[in-house]
């Protein structure tokens, strides 16, 4: 595919047409040779998975990863069930870690800058050059690192006490003012964790804790088994208050749209009215008395009435208040930390949902002031040798931070990453480091929790890469400071053999408990839990009132929130997660304006129209995405997108929102400040399409995404299905009898009248999906992505509205109200082949390529395709996806990535979700070698594997015992347009539940 | 040469022309001078051939998604122009084989060129289901030829349906034209000589004009008549099911079958007389397409085109009626969504721009023919647009709705069909008599009495 046809292009077509006959079919020009192994390695069988734990690199969370090598190659990585903080789920940020590994615009050998470009050396001298110029620098030289495994951090900090050099830890969505707040409060430095599980109402400040806020994947899953409805019918509650309805807010039964800054008083006044009502506010019961409901309502601009009814609540259950989180971080953003910690405190939560004594040891907390600290150093011309490792400041950091000046000042820089990124471009030595799944690493996410991060696989030989951990270890040996192992591999052993000591398995030998946590990927002791503090009187004053904003009083307070897809943008040259629809805007490929629907109406301008906005502190352009979702006076930025280096997905996407905020450290935490400025917005008069995936957010009066009051339940198991409608539908004529009740396990299969199937041996595949605990993250639509070799097709092609993606995560607004305080009703819907049992696909395609397979599955047979495109025109859930070019062709290494397990698809042939066949069969073919039939539950496929809210659910639906029959009868369970076209689908969704009266479609 | 006037209105032929010969001579002598038009139109149509071969073979190397087709958009103007192709060709077969079997004589002086024009029109729609395939290599395996892996066509698929319908009328209409042509073949090869005579002499099969063979050819056209008949309804109510036996809103009417042959009709006989009305001109066959001709031609077109219109405001009742918001919303988005322009081109130019045809005054004039035939061809064009992008593009997923624009390439293979059309119906001009000379002769006022008539007025 080209943007434009080239001479040769041309004359590849004219002399194609020319010739006249289209001569196609056999070619041996690309043929390979096949060359079996002549000395077959012992670990690995050709066909079989060799599956290793590991743990994952992509965030501070670092949640336990299973990685799935075929013949040497990691395929795909699903969350480790064992772990006790990720317990099996993974994100999208999580499975692209594989697309880093695989990246082709990685470091491809040790670089060194020579007359102003940087040309390729080898380690040896590399290592020398770094030796020599640490030693000759002595202690002027500093080491400034992202957050990194326990051991290496030790390690790291070693080397900077051998050469008496600083060592600044640098992360851009650091944690500092919860961490401070948390001193502050409790007496501990530490961030505390929380338990989403617990609680039965929950308040985020602001905090997007489903997203990117601390652990993400384990608050999804606590955050789902709380407000997911059980089948009792009861729900926790979940009222979001901020200005922009994050991915997070979007999943809040309630919004209270309160004033940006905000945050500290309207908590405060909560814990007041519980305090008043007998609640016990410790040391800060007289500061409480300063604030009231009245006045803090009016400074958040919404009626009292609505804290007072949340304060209520709030006292009477189990309950959890979070925030404001890292877009959040504003000039009192330690005080709006405190507060929410005291609101927590005062309504007896520490210790039941909020935990202090079992801190979140991985989150970063680092403060941006020792960073601004080095800056000033390196500006001083204090520091000769600087070396960065796994940051990229001269992106993250704002553009006023002059940190890049000030590292140019530097007379001999080393960037140690695995990418060519901004800071590494700076710099005059580049060490490719290795990817987490080339290297050895450990993390300690929570105390008596410790994780081991294993390479998984043999590097990957088109980059010379080396350990950092080795790195450091032979530099300080050239150095003459011994740090007492060779490698970093020995130097990680002997840093467990403490671990060992301390654990149950202390009486065996240490290789044979390391070889058990490799098995395992981790080790929980027991016992290391610290009691729960109680409230301290504050040792600081803090000021709560909201901050003052930069700018003029009428403009949109600007929001930087760190991105859902790419956090703080150093996963964005990741097709997958460049592709991967935002999971509010669900725009792919580049960055937008989120501005409030009706103010955008006011000043005249639509969705992708560009905008030129600008702060005291720079000026970016980019076009509007209007969303009703956000307050009048609050305009939004996704982190991730402008990158001027990094590698061809990610340079010229989008813009740094980092340009517009000004370089400032919040007091006393010293984190630095987000939310922060005000900014105009004007329009340019230029426009650029946006490349979304919506196309309408109403469902109209269609049975698509129904919900259901909570009252209305039953917590009766629905007696019957469809059956009623369906048999209404069929007298109407047209359509095949269908003796059933319209229960999904008795559509009779086509075919099944001749004989052809017998139900009672058969399986029936089948899907649940609950949406009321569905957060719409996304996870499953990478997960299936990687499992399927799945391509990505790039901007041009989202464009054109062709993207292929096999789930189509569908978003429409019920109701959404920025203006005042009310319910929140979006409904989420994963929307994937529906393996309909009267499959309108089916008899439509001219070849049999879509067929029903006696297991109940709408299989599609690629190879026998010839691309009418008719199946995908008669398909009513439009889940059918083309492959108008060869998108399949990738680029080297990153191809290494297909699961040999699927079909690499041809151009011209349609695909769709296969109910993950692959496993299905991989898992029958066991069952048979061990002589056994298939176990309950037995077959995941990638999307339920992956969900961090436990949504999906797969199985044999003619199984009585199996968790998909269950679900199939739940008084909430549906399927999508059944009653209105009579498909019979194989995918049952449960309705979402809400607080708020809900109209019923009509059929 | 004759000239027609108000008086002459009613002839089938002009009644200057009294001879055998004289028909003879005028027709043929087409077949002797190119002339400069002719020239300059075919050299416009073979390079229009060459952007078809070159847009298609873009599309070949760099895969399907030269086209605008996106998801749900599956089929965009290429089934748009294979449907429209495809009911141009059906006045070919109504005029030779229905008008013959109720003796309509009008058909005599038009036949011919309407036969032509249906088998090069099915050829040109046959391109577009192979050009439209993701893989167009395979296409054969919508055939059920017999092999080794006991793979045959879906035949439940309309698709394949399609097949067969596309291929038997495509025979049918081929074997009827060829077997009409060969009493003027013969006239031909008389005339001829050289290289096209031994051509001339090879197709017309030895054709001596002797008794025995005017009854066999009678006869072999009567039934072939019979044979061909059916086909002119089935077509294209297999055509209509492609979109009525899908689910798809805006598709799914029981209506379709006979709103797309009288849509056939319809766009067929307006095609007829957008071709006819330059050929009598440039070829001086006033003659013989009387204003009778265009007169019984704009009826044909009138009743048609009620029928079509009506249809079209019993779609939009149905989907009133049905009460359901997928079918309702396709609709209301025909109207006032993002192809209303397309819907309303379809509803001017098939709609209303024909109800003129009510008057006589109109129907008589060659001129406002033409232009009426002309949008005609556009809004039947756009008819099939408006169906198959509408319906596909506001679907039962709002999600998933999304609008498609056609691409250069589409464009470029869309214009180099009507270029292969237009190449395929000059050569035929060219090389067979455009005029049913052997028919037309059935028709002249018998050649004695105007003899005596004239003898009388010495």
């Known amino acids: 595919m080209s943007d434009g046809i080239k001479r040769r292009d041309f004359l590849k077509v004219a002399g194609t047409t020319g010739v006249g006959a289209g001569m196609f079919g056999c070619s041996t020009e690309n043929v390979e040779r096949l060359i079996p192994y002549v000395v077959p390695p012992d670990d690995i069988t050709p066909g079989v998975a060799t599956w290793y734990a590991t743990v994952c690199g992509e965030c501070p969370s670092q949640c336990g990863m299973w990685v799935r090598t075929r013949e040497g190659r990691a395929v795909k990585v699903e969350g480790n069930p064992s772990h006790p903080v990720s317990q099996g789920a993974l994100c999208s940020r999580g499975h692209s870690t594989l697309q880093g590994l695989y990246d082709p615009d990685r470091v491809s050998a040790p670089m060194q800058r020579q007359n102003g470009e940087l040309v390729e050396i080898g380690w040896e001298e590399a290592e020398n050059l770094l030796a020599e110029r640490l030693g000759a620098s002595g202690p002027a030289n500093l080491l400034l690192h992202g957050r990194s495994g326990a051991s290496l951090s030790r390690l790291m900090e070693e080397l900077q006490e051998a050469t008496g050099g600083r060592r600044v830890e640098y992360d851009a969505l650091a944690q500092a003012p919860l961490r401070e707040a948390t001193r502050v409060a409790f007496g501990r430095d530490v961030v505390p964790t929380f338990d989403f599980e617990a609680s039965r109402l929950t308040l985020s400040f602001g905090a997007d804790f489903l997203e990117t806020w601390l652990s993400p994947v384990e608050h999804a899953r606590g955050f789902a088994r709380s407000t997911g409805a059980t089948e009792e019918g009861e729900k926790g509650r979940f009222v979001f208050l901020g200005s922009r309805l994050s991915l997070t807010g979007q999943n809040a039964d309630e919004w209270v749209p309160i004033r940006p800054g905000s945050e500290a008083v309207v908590a405060l006044a909560i814990a007041r009215e519980i305090s008043d009502a007998g609640g016990d506010a410790g040391p800060y019961q007289e500061l409480l008395q300063g604030y009231d409901a009245a006045s803090a309502a009016e400074l958040a601009g919404i009626p009292a009435e609505t804290l007072q009814a949340l304060a209520a609540d709030f006292a009477q259950q189990p309950s959890l208040a979070v925030g404001p989180g890292v877009a959040g971080q504003h000039r009192h953003a330690t005080a709006a930390n405190l507060a929410v910690l005291v609101l927590n405190a005062v309504a007896g939560n520490v210790g039941q949902t909020v935990h202090v004594g079992r801190p979140d040891r991985t989150a970063s907390a680092a403060a941006f002031a020792d960073t601004e600290d080095a800056i000033a150093a390196m500006q001083a011309g204090e520091i000769e040798v600087a070396v960065v490792h796994g940051a990229n400041p001269v992106y993250s950091l704002p553009g006023t931070s002059a940190f890049a000046e000030a590292f140019a000042n530097v007379p001999f820089k080393v960037a140690v990453t695995t990418q060519m990124d901004e800071t590494a471009r700076a710099a005059d030595l580049v060490l490719p480091d290795r990817h987490p799944l080339e290297a050895w690493g450990d993390s300690s996410p929570r105390p008596g929790v410790y994780a081991v991060q294993q390479p998984v696989m043999q590097p990957v030989p088109h980059f010379d890469s080396r350990p950092w951990g080795d790195v450091v270890l032979s530099v300080a040996r050239r150095l003459g400071h011994d740090l007492g192992e060779d490698t970093f591999h020995d130097y990680l052993r002997a840093s467990w053999q403490e671990i060992h000591g301390r654990s149950d398995e202390a009486a065996a030998g240490f290789d044979a408990f390391w070889r058990g946590v490799l098995r395992r990927g981790l080790v929980e002791i027991a016992g290391e839990e610290e009691a729960e503090p109680s409230l301290q009187a504050p040792d600081r004053a803090l000021t709560f009132e909201p901050p003052a904003f930069d700018g003029d009083e009428g403009d949109p307070v600007l929001l930087v929130h760190p991105s859902s897809r790419f956090g703080d943008g150093s996963l964005a040259n990741r097709p997958w997660l460049q592709e991967l629809p935002d999971p509010v805007s669900k725009i792919a490929w580049h960055s937008w304006l989120e501005v409030n629907s009706e103010r955008a109406t006011a000043m005249g301008i639509r969705n992708g129209d560009i905008v030129r906005v600008r702060s005291s502190h720079g000026e970016v352009e980019l076009p509007v995405w209007t969303y009703p979702g956000i307050r009048e006076d609050t305009v939004a930025l996704a982190m991730g997108g402008g990158h001027e280096a990094l590698g061809r997905w990610a340079e010229g996407r989008g813009v740094n929102p980092m340009r517009l905020l000004p370089s400032e450290a919040e007091q006393p935490s010293g984190g630095l400040v987000h939310l922060s400025t005000r900014v105009t917005v004007e329009s340019t008069g230029r426009r650029r399409p946006l490349a979304t995936i919506e196309g309408s957010s109403e469902q109209f009066d269609r049975p698509i995404a129904p919900a259901v009051q909570v009252d209305a339940l039953t917590g009766e198991p629905q007696p019957e299905g469809d059956g009623e409608r369906l048999h209404e539908l069929q007298a109407l004529g047209g359509f095949a009898p269908v003796p059933t009740d319209g229960l999904p396990e008795d559509y009779p299969l086509p075919g099944a009248q001749y004989g052809e199937y017998d139900p009672e041996t058969t399986a029936r595949w089948s899907m649940a999906i609950d949406l009321d605990k569905c957060t719409g993250c996304s996870a499953c639509v990478t997960a299936c992505q990687a499992e399927n070799n799945i391509p990505w097709v790039g901007e041009d092609q989202v464009l054109m509205g062709r993207d292929l993606h096999w789930i189509r995560l569908e978003r429409y607004y019920e109701g959404v109200d920025a203006s005042e305080p009310g319910p929140v009703d979006i409904r989420f819907l994963p929307m994937l082949c529906q393996h309909c049992g009267n499959a309108p696909c089916e008899p439509v395609c001219p070849v049999y390529a879509a067929y029903h397979t006696p297991d109940g599955m709408n299989a599609q047979v690629y190879n026998r395709c010839v691309g009418t495109r008719y199946c995908a025109n008669n398909c009513p859930y439009k889940v059918r996806v083309f492959n108008w070019y060869r998108f399949s062709e990738i680029p080297e290494p990153m191809n290494w990535q297909y699961n040999p397990d699927v079909t690499v698809r041809a151009e011209g042939v349609m695909e769709k979700c296969s109910f993950c066949v692959q496993r299905i069969r991989e898992r029958e073919n066991q069952a048979t070698l061990e002589g056994r039939g298939l176990q309950t539950d037995e077959v995941v496929p990638a999307c339920q594997q992956s969900c961090p809210a436990e949504a999906i659910v797969f199985g044999n639906i003619r199984d009585p015992d199996s968790r998909v029959a269950h679900l199939a009868r739940n008084e909430r369970t549906y399927r999508v347009l059944d009653v209105l076209i009579n498909t019979q689908p194989a995918v049952n969704y449960l309705r979402k539940v809400t607080f708020h009266p809900v109209t019923e479609f009509h059929v | ?458």
């Open chain 2, 1 to 458: 040469m004759a000239t027609v006037t108000e008086t002459e209105r009613g002839a089938l032929t002009h009644p200057d022309v009294t001879s055998h010969a004289e028909v003879n001579e005028d027709v043929l002598s087409i077949l002797s001078r190119p002339g400069k038009w002719w020239w300059i139109l075919f050299g416009l149509a073979s390079a229009g051939v060459g952007v078809l071969a070159f847009s298609w073979g873009y599309q070949l190397i760099f895969g399907i998604g030269a086209t605008g087709l996106n998801s749900p958009v599956g089929w965009g103007v290429y089934i748009t122009t294979f449907v429209f192709w495809v009911g141009i060709a059906h006045s070919g077969t109504l005029i030779s084989a229905i008008l013959f079997l109720f003796r309509a004589r009008w058909r005599q002086s038009i036949y011919r060129a309407a036969e032509a024009m249906t088998v090069f029109a099915v050829m040109t729609a046959g391109l577009f289901p192979l050009i439209h395939l993701g893989r167009a290599w395979h296409a054969y395996w919508l055939f059920p030829y017999p092999n080794e892996r006991l793979l045959w066509p879906n035949f439940r698929s309309p698709l394949v349906w399609d097949v067969f319908a596309v291929t038997t009328y495509f025979t049918v209409s081929s074997i009827f034209f060829y077997l009409g042509s060969i009493p003027d073949l013969a006239a031909a090869r008389d005339k001829a000589r050289g290289l096209r005579r031994k051509l001339y002499e090879f197709a017309a099969l030895g054709w001596r004009g002797t008794d025995r063979e005017w009854h066999h050819f009678g006869k072999a056209y009567l039934f072939l008549a019979a044979l061909a008949t059916p086909l002119v309804l089935s077509v294209h109510s297999v055509v209509s099911w492609d979109f009525a036996m899908a689910i798809v809103p805006g598709w799914h009417a029981t209506i379709f079958a006979p709103y797309f042959v009288a849509g056939a009709i319809f766009s067929g006989v307006a095609m007829v007389i957008t071709l006819s009305v330059p050929i009598r001109k440039i070829f001086g066959l006033e003659k013989y397409l009387t204003v009778r001709h265009f007169d019984a031609m704009a009826k044909l077109c009138l009743v048609t085109g009620l029928i079509v219109f009506y249809a079209y405001l019993i779609e939009f009742f149905m989907a009133w009626y049905s009460g359901e918001d997928p079918e309702r919303r396709v609709f209301w988005n025909r109207l006032w969504g993002h192809y209303w322009w397309s819907t309303w081109i379809m509803l001017i130019c098939n709609g209303f721009i024909p109800i003129m045809l009510w008057f006589r005054r109109v129907r008589h004039s060659i001129a406002a023919l033409f232009v009426i035939s002309i949008f005609i061809n556009i809004g039947m064009w756009f008819e099939r647009y408006t169906i198959i992008v509408t319906s596909l593009s506001h679907e039962f997923m709002p999600f998933a709705w999304n609008v498609y624009r056609p691409s250069l390439t589409e464009m470029g293979i869309i214009l180099g069909s009507f270029a292969w059309f237009a190449f395929w119906f000059l050569l035929f001009i060219r090389i067979l008599p455009p005029v049913a000379i052997s028919e037309l002769k059935e028709v002249l006022p018998a050649p004695y009495r105007a003899r005596k008539k004239q003898e009388g007025e010495r």
